[in-house]
C-alpha cells in the first residue's frame, strides 16, 4: 500500500532563496505525523508546497501513489486532501455554513451527516450555520476550520499551527477530534505545529525542521518531548 | 416629477446592469476589464444586426447576451488567461482590445450613426404621468436581471465559489475550487452583460463604433466606488445616476454627462472606500 503521501527530495523556495533544501518524508494510511519546529524554519512552506501553492523546484509530491508534482492546488484537493492553512484561513464574510458547503465537492449538497458528526466536537456548529464567520470567537474560528477539513473525510489532512493562540480546553478539544477521525476513518495527518506537547500527545511520530531541512525524527514516545526540545532549543 | 423619478429610475437600472458585469470581472479576476465598453458596442450592433436581418427586435437583447457571452468566453481563453499572473499587462491588453473592437467594427460597419427600431412604441400613462414604454420595459429588465445576479450569487454553487474567489483566491482553491473555471464563466458573463445592456439601450441612443466609450468611463467610476458589493453598486447607480439625470434636465446635458465621473472623484477623495463599506 502506498504512503497517503510521499515527500520525495523536495526543494522549494521564493525567489533566489531556497527554504526547504531535500526534504524526505511521507505519512502512512492512518498515521498521524507531526513537523515541529522555530519559526522561519520552513513548516509552513513545506504544506504549501505539497499543496501546490508553491512549486516544488527539485523532488516530487505524491499521494496516495499518485505523482501530483506540478498539479494545481484545486486538483490536489481533490484526492481527497483536506487544507487547513495558518492565516486567513476562513471567509469572514460567509456564514459557518457557507465556509463548510465550499469544502463539498462539487455535485455533492448533502452536509448534514458531517455536521452531525462534527457538532459532538463542535456544538456550535450545528446551531449557527447562519451566523457570518467572522463574528466567531478565535477559538471557534480554529474550531470551523478543523470541522470544514474533515466534514468530507478526506484520506489526507494538512494542518499548519491550529492551536495557536488557544486556550488548553480548546486544544484539548481539536485533539480528541483528530483521533476520533483517524479511529473512525483511517485519516493521515500532517501536523505542522508550534505546541510542541499537543503535537506528540495526537501524533505518531515526529520530523524537525530546521533550516529547511529534517534535522530529526523519530516515533513520539515517551524520549521525544526532550529530543525536539533539545533542537528547539538551539 | 414623477417623470423625472422615472427618468432617475431607468438610468440607473441601465447604469447598473453595465457596471454590474465589470464588477463581477473586476471582483473574480481582479482586473478592470477595458474592453468591456467595446462588449457593450458589439451588443449595440448585434442588436442592429438582429433587427436588419428580419429578426423582432424583442430578439436583439437576447441576441446580444449570447454573443457578447460567447465573445467574453473566447477573449478569456486567448488574451486575459496567460496574463494570469501579470494582472497588469492582462488590464492593458484588455484597453488594446477595446481599440481593436471599435476598429473591427468601423471596418464591418463604418464610421455612420444607425438606428435599430424599438419593440414597443410611444408612451403609456404610468404613475400618474405619459411615460416612455420602453424606459419603462428596461427598468423591469433591470430590475429582474438584478434579482437573478443576486440569486445567482447568493442561492447557488457557483455564486458562493465566485464569492469565495473575490474574498480569498487561494484559500478557495485550497478547499478543491477551481478558480480558473470561475473566473472564465465569471469574464464570458461579465462581457454578455455589457452586450445585453448595450442591445438594451439601441432604442433611445443611435448605434456607433463609439458608443461603449461614455458607458465605460461612468461603469468604471461606478466601480471604483463600489468595490465588488452589488449592493452598493446599486445605490451608487442610484445616486450617481440620479445627479446625472437632474444636472441635465435642470442644468446642462454637457455637465450632466460628465457628473458621475466628477461627483465619484469628489467621493474617493472624501471617503476613499465610496458606497463600499469599511
Request: no cysteine; net charge positive.
Amino acid at each position: 500500500m502506498s504512503a497517503a503521501l510521499d515527500i520525495d527530495g523536495v526543494t522549494a523556495g521564493y525567489g533566489e532563496s531556497m527554504v526547504l533544501r531535500d526534504v524526505r518524508l511521507s505519512v502512512a494510511p492512518g498515521e498521524v505525523v507531526a513537523v515541529l519546529g522555530k519559526n522561519g524554519m520552513g513548516k509552513t512552506t513545506l504544506l504549501k508546497t505539497v499543496m501546490g501553492f508553491l512549486p516544488a523546484r527539485a523532488g516530487r509530491v505524491r499521494i496516495a501513489g499518485a505523482d501530483v508534482t506540478g498539479t494545481p492546488p484545486h486538483r490536489r484537493a481533490a484526492r481527497a486532501v483536506a487544507y487547513g492553512p495558518q492565516d486567513r484561513a476562513i471567509f469572514q464574510e460567509l456564514t459557518v455554513g457557507e465556509n463548510l458547503r465550499l469544502a463539498l465537492p462539487r455535485g455533492v449538497r448533502d452536509m448534514q451527516a458531517g455536521i452531525e458528526r462534527l457538532a459532538a466536537f463542535f456544538p456550535f456548529l450545528a446551531s449557527r450555520q447562519r451566523q457570518r464567520a467572522g463574528t466567531l470567537s478565535g477559538g471557534e474560528q480554529k474550531m470551523l476550520i478543523m470541522a470544514r477539513a474533515l466534514l468530507t473525510r478526506p484520506r489526507l489532512l494538512l494542518i499548519d499551527e491550529i492551536t495557536e493562540g488557544l486556550q488548553p480546553s480548546v486544544i484539548t478539544r481539536l485533539g480528541e477530534v483528530v483521533r476520533a477521525e483517524r479511529a473512525a476513518s483511517g485519516i493521515a495527518v500532517l501536523l505542522v505545529e508550534q505546541n510542541v506537547g499537543f503535537a506528540l500527545s495526537v501524533a505518531d511520530r515526529y520530523a524537525v525542521l530546521a533550516r529547511g531541512e529534517i534535522a530529526d525524527e523519530g516515533p513520539a514516545d515517551a524520549d521525544a518531548a526532550a529530543r525536539v526540545a533539545a533542537h528547539l532549543s538551539v | 416629477m414623477i417623470g423625472l423619478l422615472l427618468d432617475v429610475a431607468t438610468t440607473a437600472a441601465i447604469l447598473f446592469v453595465v457596471a454590474a458585469g465589470l464588477l463581477i470581472t473586476f471582483g473574480v479576476l481582479k482586473i478592470i476589464n477595458f474592453a468591456h465598453g467595446g462588449f457593450l458596442t458589439v451588443g449595440g450592433y448585434a442588436a442592429l444586426v438582429v433587427t436588419q436581418a428580419g429578426g423582432s427586435p424583442w430578439l436583439a437583447a437576447p441576441a446580444a447576451f449570447v454573443a457578447g457571452v460567447v465573445l467574453g468566453a473566447a477573449v478569456e481563453r486567448v488574451i486575459v488567461r496567460p496574463l494570469y499572473s501579470r494582472p497588469l499587462d492582462a488590464i492593458l491588453a484588455t484597453w488594446g482590445l477595446g481599440i481593436v473592437i471599435v476598429q473591427l467594427i468601423t471596418l464591418a460597419f463604418g464610421r455612420g450613426t444607425n438606428f435599430v427600431p424599438s419593440p414597443v412604441s410611444g408612451a403609456v400613462a404610468a404613475f400618474g404621468t405619459d411615460y416612455s414604454a420602453w424606459r419603462l420595459i428596461m427598468l423591469v429588465v433591470a430590475v429582474l436581471l438584478a434579482a437573478a445576479l443576486a440569486a445567482l450569487l447568493q442561492g447557488t454553487r457557483l455564486g458562493l465559489e465566485a464569492r469565495a474567489v473575490i474574498m480569498n483566491e487561494e484559500l478557495a482553491q485550497g478547499l478543491g475550487i477551481d478558480s480558473t473555471r470561475v473566473r472564465f464563466v465569471t469574464f464570458a458573463l461579465g462581457a454578455g452583460l455589457a452586450a445585453f445592456a448595450g442591445a438594451l439601450i439601441t432604442p433611445l441612443l443611435s448605434v456607433d463604433p463609439l458608443m461603449g466609450v461614455p458607458w465605460l468611463l461612468n461603469a468604471f467610476m461606478l466601480v471604483l466606488v463600489s468595490g465588488t458589493s452589488l449592493a452598493s453598486l446599486g445605490l451608487a447607480s442610484l445616486l450617481l445616476g440620479g445627479a446625472q439625470v437632474v444636472i441635465s434636465t435642470y442644468g446642462n446635458p454637457v455637465l450632466g454627462a460628465l457628473s458621475i465621473v466628477v461627483l465619484a472623484a469628489v467621493l474617493l477623495r472624501i471617503r476613499p472606500a465610496g458606497f463600499a463599506r469599511g
